[in-house]
């Protein structure tokens, strides 16, 4: 498979995907339709238990939504727009293996929104991430004003948005907006690192344990306790689970086959 604006390759059960669309890597409506269907792909391939989304180049992990296409769009046009970007994001954030958002430089709009999307979050010290939407007169439309919301809480998260201002990785690992902050040569391998620990995790029991949080974070706490219930017994039905539980009686690492 090949794209225009995305590459991407394996490196054990790991896949590492790179928006390249230079200078910035902005968001376009192909940039959102390939992420979509490149995810999708993902989603079904079994050698592939953990992914990882970046940006090409040292500048930017995304610099936002692509403003020229979006200058002489009808209100119509718009609306396509709104929804392949909210199909992409969202087909991140349900997808049903963990997505790690490397974040090498500015992650700007669409760009933290983005990885907003994604399950963690890795940032090099000089990274930055902003919402400047409401200084261009707008807001953001890409899941931003609600996921945001989630990671921070509503009173910093009003302050991120209202103010439109960038805060750097430390900031946004105070706000526990990112997972982790690195040196920008350390980046990659970290996020590599983390992508290969996960992928040797069982795969139906993180695709059910991501199930339970994602959902169970939009249901009150009993639907959610029921929802992680569910989760839990279909886990436990599976013969990764019967593997974990003789591995640990047997002190050895487990074998997990995703049955």
């Not at 238990?49 to 209100?75: C, H, K, P, Y």
């Not at 700007?108 to 399950?119: H, K, Q, V």
């Not at 350390?186 to 139906?204: F, M, N």
């Not at 279909?234 to 049955?259: C, H, V, W, Y």
Request: glycine share 8%; charged share 25%.
């Amino acid at each position: 498979m090949s794209y225009k604006y995305l590459r991407y390759e394996r490196e054990n059960h790991v896949a590492v995907v790179t928006i390249s669309n230079l200078p910035g890597n902005q968001l376009n409506t192909q940039v959102y339709q390939e992420i979509t269907e490149l995810m999708g792909y993902l989603e079904t391939d079994k050698n592939i238990n953990a992914i990882i989304i970046t940006g090409d180049g040292e500048d930017a992990f995304v610099a936002g939504a692509d403003i020229g296409e979006m200058e002489n769009l009808s209100t119509v046009g718009m609306m396509d727009l709104t929804q392949v970007t909210r199909e992409a994001f969202s087909k991140i954030e349900n997808l049903n293996k963990p997505v790690i958002a490397c974040i090498n430089g500015e992650a700007r709009g669409g760009g933290f929104e983005l990885a907003l999307s994604c399950d963690l979050r890795i940032a090099s010290h000089d990274a930055q991430l902003s919402f400047p939407e409401i200084n261009l007169g707008v807001i953001p439309g890409g899941g931003g004003t609600q996921r945001i919301q989630k990671v921070v809480g509503q009173g910093t998260a009003k302050e991120l948005l209202y103010f439109g201002e960038p805060i750097d990785a430390e900031r946004a690992y105070e706000l526990q907006i990112v997972n982790k902050v690195v040196e920008s040569s350390d980046l990659l391998p970290t996020s590599i690192e983390w992508a290969e620990r996960l992928a040797k995790k069982a795969p139906v029991a993180m695709r059910m344990l991501k199930l339970a949080v994602n959902t169970g974070a939009n249901v009150d706490l009993e639907s959610a306790l029921t929802i992680e219930a569910t989760s839990y017994d279909g886990a436990f039905a599976t013969e990764d689970a019967q593997e974990g539980i003789t591995a640990r009686l047997e002190n050895r690492q487990p074998s997990f086959k995703g049955r």
